[in-house]
């Protein structure tokens, strides 16, 4: 059964609703737009979050993703040199934006990333898939593989690039908040090494970042923009200021200058209408689980990340405990292993979604031996 235990976080009365100003009305540019503050796991604004969009270039967002986990499994190396295939080069240099890649030419995966991640790429993209899969159809399904992976389930790639393909290759805002979030999680270094730079340098010239935020707006970092004729101009962002970092879509702008206007006031919007409040460290103790047959007859519960909560400026800060309820299967079967995530907190804000903190084990539990057992059928009896 679910067990619900109140412990710390007995249901306080929630904090006082204080409503932001509205968001700006250049958002409504976008047909899709959603602003997510990844430091609390609240999303702030939402227009269409789930309905299928064309994410054109965004997509090198997920090829970016799948050569971050070969590197870090040591599968690809950055400075592994790839021979440019005279086929790709002919079927992919100048088409789109491109690295102008030319038969047989020798270059590192680490160039071929960058020309992904701030030129956007064409060529390189494919190039880069064909080194490491082998193909361009099976780095397609390492992309899917990993999207299913991650929770991008109303997505699907057909391409390594975004190039057109007949609507094969989907996604949605909520989906590209999510793989946004992997990136910057999963791989901080290779992020910050690859990701958020206005230009690169190649053969002498500088390839320009068309990243609307990046040098404009304060802590822009990333991550990548896309355009078709079809999808309209989109931007999957990323915008860090002290301990907040917000994560923003924009998708199906008309212009160029719609995306960006759009994209640089949601993200001020976000900053300026929306405050963070830490309630809870990593590793804090937040209540307890019922065991059975055990040593002890509960666990103490930690929290596995700190949490926080968005609010609205200027509303009231709920005074700790944070509103919320501890939720597990219960009760825990002994032995247990300190570390072991065992139990979730529930954080609760209304009109806002519930964020999900994993909560461990603080100490071991070992199984009862008779005296254990006679104690815990004793306390049972009288409990």
Known sequence: MRKLVGGLLALLAAPALCAPAPPPLSVDAAHEALLYDLSSGTALYARNPSARLL??????AMTTLVAFDLIAAGTLKENDVVTVSPVLSSQWAGLGTSLFLRPNEKVSVHDLLMGITTASANDAAIVLARHAAGSQERWAAWMNATAQGIGMSG???????GWPDQGRTFVTAR???????VLVERHPDLYRRYIGHPSFLWRGMTLRNHDPLLGVVTGA???KTGHTNEAGFNFLGSVVRGDRRLLLVVAGAPTPAARAQA?????EWGFAEWTLHRVLNAGETVGTARVQGGAAISVPLVATRAVSL???RGAAVPARPVPGRIVYTGPLKAPIRAGTVVAALLVEQPGLPIQRVPLSAASNVAPAGVIDRLRNGLI????
């Open 263 to 267: 994209s640089r006031d949601l993200v």
């Open 221 to 223: 970092d990333g991550i």
């Open 175 to 181: 989906d590209l908040v999510t793989l946004a979030r």
């Open 380 to 383: 049972g009896l009288w409990s």
């Open 310 to 312: 968005t609010l609205a």
């Open 55 to 60: 994410p054109a270039s965004m997509t090198k």
């Open 155 to 161: 997505s699907h790639f057909g391409t390594p690039n």
